[in-house]
Structure formats: C-alpha cells, structure tokens
C-alpha cells in the first residue's frame, strides 16, 4: 500500500512539475518577446478547459470576483467579443504596448494582438505562420483543403481554388439568391392581397437561403423553395445528398469530430438520438454522394465535350484537369474536402451575416429609408424582369457598406490563429517582437475593428446628429462601437465610392494570401438577397407584450441590443436562440418581424 501510494504522488508530482517547467520556460519567452504580458498560471489549452469553460463562463463571471475574472476570461475561447479592447487597456498599455500582449501560462506560448501592423506581418506570411493542426480537427473531416493546409499543400490548392470562383460563379450565385429569396417572399405572404405580414422565422429562412444557394452554386444542385419530398436516396443509401449535406453543415464545429463508432453505437434512449444517428449516416454517405456527383459531372464532360457549368464542382473540375502527361492538381480527397469547406464555412458566415443585418435593420428603421433612396434608382418598383447581375451590382453601393459595417461590428470569426514551427521575428513601428517557436498569435479582429485610429468618426459630417449619434451620445459611446454604414461611404468626387481600409485594420475574411477565396460570393450573395427583400418591402421587429401592453420603442431597442449582445461563437459569432422558431408555427421563439409592402 505505501508503494501504491508513493508512485501515485510521484505521477502527480511529475504531472505538475511539468506545468511548472512550462511555465518558467514561457517566463523566459515572454521577456524575449519584449512585450507586455498576462500570468496566468495554468494550461489555458487544456482539454477539459477548452470544453467546460465556455458553458461555464456565465457562471464565472457571477461567482468571481472582478479581478480573478478580468484575468480568467482570456482564457476563455472567444474573449475577443466579451470583452472588446478591455485587455489591452487594462494589462498592456500600462505595460508600454496598448495593441499586443503576451499571455503567460502554463501551455502553449500565446500573443495576443489588435495592432494592424503585426496582424498585416503575421497574414502576409503564410509560411512562417500557418495554420494550426486543430483547423483539421473541424475541417477536415472529409480531407484536407486550403482551410487546413499548409506549405506546397496549400499553395497548390490555391492556385485551384483562386481560379474557380470566377464571374460564371458569381452570376449563378446572384440569381438563386434572388430566386430563393422570391421563394421565402412567397411563403411570408402566402395571400396575395396582404399589405403587412408577421414571421418569426425569418432568419431561420436565411439559413434555408443559404443552403440551398451553396448546394447550387457549389454542387449543381438546384433546389426549390417549397420541396416537395419526393426525392428518395439512391438504392442502398439512407439519405439524399441534399440531407447529408445538410446534416454535416449543422454538425460543424461540435459533433463533426466524433468519431464513427460513438455515432454509429450511440444509445437510442439517450438525449439527441435521431441527430447522431442522422449525422453517423451523412458522415458516412456525404462523400459517396459527393464522388457521385464528380463522377457524373466527368462522364458528361466526356460524353458531350461540353463546358463546365456554372457552379463550383463543375469548374473545379475543369480547371483540375491533367494534361494527360501528369496526374490532376488535386486528389480526390482534396477536391472533396474542399467542397465541404466551400458549403459549410460559406454557409455559417453568411447566414450570420444576414440574420446580425437584419436585426440592426429592425434596431434602426431609418437607415431602410437610406438604403431604399439608392435601391430605387437601381430597380423600377413595379417591374417583374428578374434581377441582371451584370448591370445591377456594380451600382450597389449603400447595401454593400451596410454588409461592411455589419461585419466590422459583428466579425463572423473574432480572432485569426496561427502558429510558428521556428522563432520568428516582426518588426514594427513600435519596435521588434521576438515570437518564439511552438507560439500561438491571435489576431484580435473584433479589436481590430475598433481601432479609434482608423474608424473613430470616419467620413462623418460635421452636422451629424442622427438618432443614432444622439443615442451614442446619451449612453457614453464612442463613434467606433457604433453600427453606421455612412462611415463607408467616400465623399463625392473620390477615386473609389466605398473606403478602403488600411492594410492590417479590417480582416473578416482573414488577409494577405491566405485571404478567404469565397469572399466576393457572399458579398453578391448578400446584395442579391437584400435587393430583393428590400425592392418592394421594409421590416420591423413586432413590438412584444410586457404586463399586458406593447413595449415602447425604447425597450424594443433595448431588447434588441441585448439580442446582439448576447451573441455567442460557436464556428462563427451568432445571436442565441434566433433560429429557434420551429418549422410552420409561431412557439414564441426566435424574433417576431413584420414585413410591410412599400409604397
């Protein structure tokens, strides 16, 4: 029994000398960084950590006290949103460095940085940061991609990648956003002589908008509105394409990387059941059916001698092609585990997008009637034509600024990792940073694009006083921290109409050459959405009932506030419980929106 008791205090002791050494070795990095630095002393990298802080983060932040917290939360994924440019102000600047900082712990050496220099250094140098080996956990499922790669593999991929998403595909991308949004305007005013109408799914319908444009422009796969049903899975499959692909879509980040024996043995009388066994099968299925549909889409290049299609299968496909003397660019895991990045990180972002939008609408009417004035000079109210991608979007300016600000205050991914192999060295105006080897650098996005240097009242006129200036003004905020399209819009007479942001200072689609490929895709998909949403209709949020009368417009703003506010990142930032609402009824959940017909 001694023994037994001696070699179980001997492991312990070794498991936490090792956090001790970890620790004293990354004292010694942080000094060699010449930054500021955080201590705080534990594994902020540890499995258990990474998976009940999150859920336990409320509960923290009421327990703690204030100081023990402000530290704590750093470690906690997605602090970036919580806490703004709190940090920085707090431990860095006092330190000499307002932008960067050094968190000392006991794991993974990690830096911290809302400076636009050092993210433009650390985005613009794909070699010596890269991606980190967790990206493949999420991502990688089905095979590796540019999401996930690094070295030759990426820079191999991307040259595929850079060629697919062309003008064929944007087009394609363009028209089924209008149709399916033509779609979800039917369904909304399912009677034709309603002026005004009431949902509460609306932003369930953009994430229905999203699939089914990606499973078009993605994968060829047409899909109406109202579907029917009546599709069956092929012989010896369980599920349709279109429904494995669905499933996987919704299983990105969390379930995605169980593994195949928990989902295929996952007891039937316990909570979620029919989702895991759904999401066993697609997991299995998605890529046969994926292959399927590559191997159709090859049989008819060869049997008709015809072009690719205009989605991003077919001109993979094409531009995949060997020359007969080499093999293809991409191998077939490779093409298949970027067509599941191309779904599923297009369609969590920009449904997001559209739906954080949407609601700042609702929050602010007024900026409807701004973007209606430029929406009226494009498009004749009373014309049926469809919408002409070619001639209308190069016009769109106030729609394109109001995605913009949209996504500088609510960035779908609220930091950038990447991490060295060997020690690297950044130089910057503010001096030099030594990062050292095995580090983890975080570009603070969500800090980026709150720096008063770039954003504080830009392209604002000096008579401003909207209500949303006044608003600002009444609860103590500064310019940046507002939601204000206008700051994008260049005075008349300028080169370009919308403004430019310095390198390093605006990156919600990452930067440098490892910038996200889909990026122009769902700034077409956006506008198309939004031009014909807004071509004939305006929204409001429905006033709620509060002890038996209507909240005033002060407390629906304040509900809606608190909405975004709330909002929580899970493989992008989103609001909670607004794509709740259930299929067909009115629960009382998700957020009731009227739509108006414009006169």
Not at 180 to 200: F, I, K, M, P, R
Not at 245 to 267: M, N, R
Not at 363 to 380: K, N, V
Not at 503 to 522: F, T
Request: include cysteine; charged fraction near 20%; hydrophobic fraction near 40%.
């Amino acid at each position: 029994m001694p023994l037994l008791a001696s070699i179980f205090g001997g492991l312990i002791a070794l498991y936490v000398s090792s956090f001790v050494y970890i620790f004293a070795r990354n004292c010694v990095y942080a000094r060699k960084t010449r930054l500021p630095f955080v201590a705080i002393p534990w594994d902020q990298n540890h499995f258990f950590w990474l998976i009940l802080s999150p859920p336990l983060q409320p509960l923290l932040k009421k327990t703690m006290p204030a100081w023990l917290y402000e530290r704590t939360t750093l470690t906690i994924y997605s602090w970036e949103f919580r806490e703004k440019l709190r940090p920085f102000a707090h431990y860095a600047k006092p330190q000499g460095n307002e932008k960067t900082f050094f968190l000392l712990t006991a794991g993974v050496p990690e830096i911290n940085t809302c400076d636009p220099e050092v993210a433009w250094e650390i985005a613009r140098r794909p070699g010596d940061f890269q991606q980190p080996d967790i990206n493949a956990m999420f991502m990688g499922r089905f095979g590796h991609n540019v999401l996930t790669s690094n070295g030759e593999h990426w820079s191999r991929q991307r040259k595929v990648i850079a060629s697919v998403i062309n003008e064929r595909v944007s087009k394609a991308v363009f028209d089924e956003s209008a149709r399916q949004t033509n779609g979800l305007l039917g369904e909304v005013y399912d009677t034709a002589d309603l002026s005004t109408t009431e949902t509460n799914r609306l932003f369930r319908m953009m994430k229905k908008i999203t699939i089914h444009v990606l499973l078009s422009a993605g994968m060829g796969q047409s899909v109406p509105w109202k579907s029917n049903g009546d599709e069956k899975p092929r012989e010896g499959y369980k599920m349709t394409y279109i429904e494995a692909c669905e499933t996987v879509i919704e299983a990105v980040p969390g379930p995605i990387i169980l593994p195949q024996w928990f989902l295929s043995h996952y007891p039937g009388f316990l909570p979620g059941y029919k989702f895991i066994r759904d999401l066993g099968n697609a997991i299995l299925e998605f890529p046969v059916h994926t292959l399927h549909l590559l191997g159709q889409e090859r049989e008819r290049v060869v049997n008709q001698g015809g072009d690719a299609k205009s989605n991003i299968m077919s001109q993979m496909l094409q531009a995949n092609q060997s020359d007969g003397k080499s093999a293809p660019v991409l191998s077939e895991g490779e093409m298949l585990g970027n067509l599941f990045v191309f779904t599923t990180a297009g369609f969590d972002t920009t449904a997001n997008t559209l739906s954080y939008a949407l609601v700042l609408l609702c929050r602010y009417p007024e900026l409807q009637d701004w973007m209606f004035e430029e929406i009226d000079t494009i498009l004749s109210s009373d014309s049926t034509e469809p919408l002409d991608y070619n001639a209308i979007y190069p016009k769109v300016v106030r729609i394109m600024a109001i995605m913009l600000e949209t996504l500088r205050i609510f960035v779908p991914v609220v930091h950038l990792c990447k991490g060295t192999k060997t020690a690297q060295v950044i130089e910057t105006s503010a001096g030099t940073i030594n990062v050292p080897p095995g580090c983890l650098t975080y570009v603070d996005v969500v800090g980026l694009h709150l720096d008063p240097n770039v954003w504080r009242d830009l392209n604002k006129a000096p008579s401003a006083g909207t209500r949303i200036d006044c608003e600002a003004v009444a609860n103590g905020k500064e310019d940046e921290y507002l939601f204000r399209p206008t700051r994008w819009i260049n005075p008349p007479g300028s080169p370009q109409p919308l403004f430019q942001p310095p390198r390093g200072s605006y990156m919600p689609w990452s930067g440098g050459p490892r910038v996200c490929p889909g990026q122009k895709m769902a700034q077409v998909e956006f506008t198309a959405i939004f031009l014909t949403l807004f071509r004939r209709h305006r929204i409001e949020a429905v006033h709620q009932v509060i002890d038996g009368r209507d909240e005033t417009v002060q407390e629906k703003n304040a509900r809606l506030d608190a909405l975004m506010k709330d909002s929580i990142s899970i493989l992008t930032l989103q609001m909670k419980g607004v794509y709740d609402a259930a299929e067909g009824g009115k629960d009382g959940k998700g957020v009731n929106v009227r739509f108006s017909k414009r006169k």
